[in-house]
């Protein structure tokens, strides 16, 4: 449990700063599964039309150096 709670802080700025990106990167990704295209297209077009793989990859990095630095 105590890795768990290394890097999942979502009082940090920086957690939901990294958070964000994961969430939509999903929410582009899974357009398939829920038909939103207008909505992904907006998401899609805020993050710059990245592709939503390299927005989960993205995310996961700052969580990843998040919970590396100590505090």
Do not use: C, Q
Not at 8 to 33: D, M, Q, R, Y
Not at 36 to 50: I, K, Q
């Amino acid at each position: 449990m105590p890795t768990f709670r290394k890097y999942v802080k979502p009082t940090s700025l920086t957690w939901l700063a990294s958070a964000l990106p994961i969430l939509a990167g999903l929410f582009i990704a899974f357009e398939p599964v829920h038909h939103l295209a207008d909505w992904t297209r907006a998401v899609s077009r805020t993050f710059g039309d990245t592709s939503p793989y390299l927005l989960i990859n993205a995310g996961l990095v700052g969580i990843g150096l998040r919970g590396a630095v100590r505090v």
